[in-house]
C-alpha cells in the first residue's frame, strides 16, 4: 500500500494536461484517506468473495499508520455582530439592505436578487425566495430545493425600519 501511496501518477484524461505529472497520494490528505479505505475494503472483498489468500488483508495498525491523520481544518472568518453593524452603517443604504437580509435570515448574497414580497397563509407579510442553491440527487439528476419562506413579521412589529420600508416596497437593493 506503501508503495501505491508515493508512485508518482500522470494525468490520463485527454487533452492538454494528459502526462503532465499529479500529485501523489500520500501528499493529499483527504483523497489518501478516500484511497486507503477503498483499498483496503477491496481486499477485503477479494478475500471474502474471491478465496484471494488471508496475506492480502491489511492488520487494522498498518492501515491506521498508512493512512496518516486527517488533514487539519482551515479556520474561517466570521463577522461578530458589532463588527456587522458597523459594515452596515459603512455601505450606502442599499448595499446595507443586502447585508442585514443575509445576516438576519441567512440568504446567500447572490440569493437577495430572488428575493420576492409575498403574504403567507395567514395573510402577513412575508420574504421569499424564489430560486436557491441546486443540488445533485444520488441518481445524478439536478434538482432545485423548494423556496424558502422566511419568517413573517408583522410589519408593526418589525425589529427595524428596512422591514417596515420592505413590505411597503419603498426598500432599496442594488
Known amino acids: 500500500m506503501q508503495k501505491v501511496l ?10 492538454i494536461k494528459q502526462g503532465e505529472a499529479l500529485t501523489p497520494w500520500i501528499e493529499m490528505p483527504k483523497s489518501r484517506l478516500e484511497y486507503c479505505l477503498a483499498l483496503k475494503k477491496f481486499q477485503e472483498y477479494a478475500v471474502a468473495e474471491h478465496r484471494q489468500p488471508q496475506s492480502f488483508l491489511v492488520p487494522d495498525k498498518d492501515y491506521l499508520r498508512i493512512r ?18 458597523e459594515l ?3 455601505l450606502p443604504e442599499n448595499w446595507g439592505n443586502v ?3 443575509c445576516r438576519v435570515f441567512g440568504v446567500r448574497s447572490w440569493e ?18 424564489t430560486k436557491g442553491k441546486t443540488c445533485n440527487t444520488r441518481a445524478g439528476s439536478r434538482r432545485r ?17 428596512w ?6 416596497s419603498s426598500c432599496h437593493r442594488p
Open 6 to 15: 508515493t508512485h508518482q501518477r500522470v494525468s490520463q484524461k485527454p487533452g
Open 68 to 85: 496518516g491523520a486527517d488533514a487539519k481544518s482551515r479556520k474561517k472568518a466570521v463577522l461578530a455582530d458589532g463588527e456587522v453593524l
Open 88 to 90: 452596515i452603517r459603512l
Open 99 to 101: 447585508i442585514k437580509i
Open 112 to 129: 437577495v436578487a430572488f428575493n420576492t414580497r409575498a403574504h403567507n397563509d395567514d395573510g402577513d407579510p412575508e420574504l421569499r425566495v
Open 145 to 161: 430545493p423548494m423556496p424558502a419562506g422566511w419568517r413573517s413579521w408583522p410589519s408593526t412589529a418589525a425589529p427595524w425600519a
Open 163 to 168: 422591514w417596515r420600508a420592505w413590505i411597503s
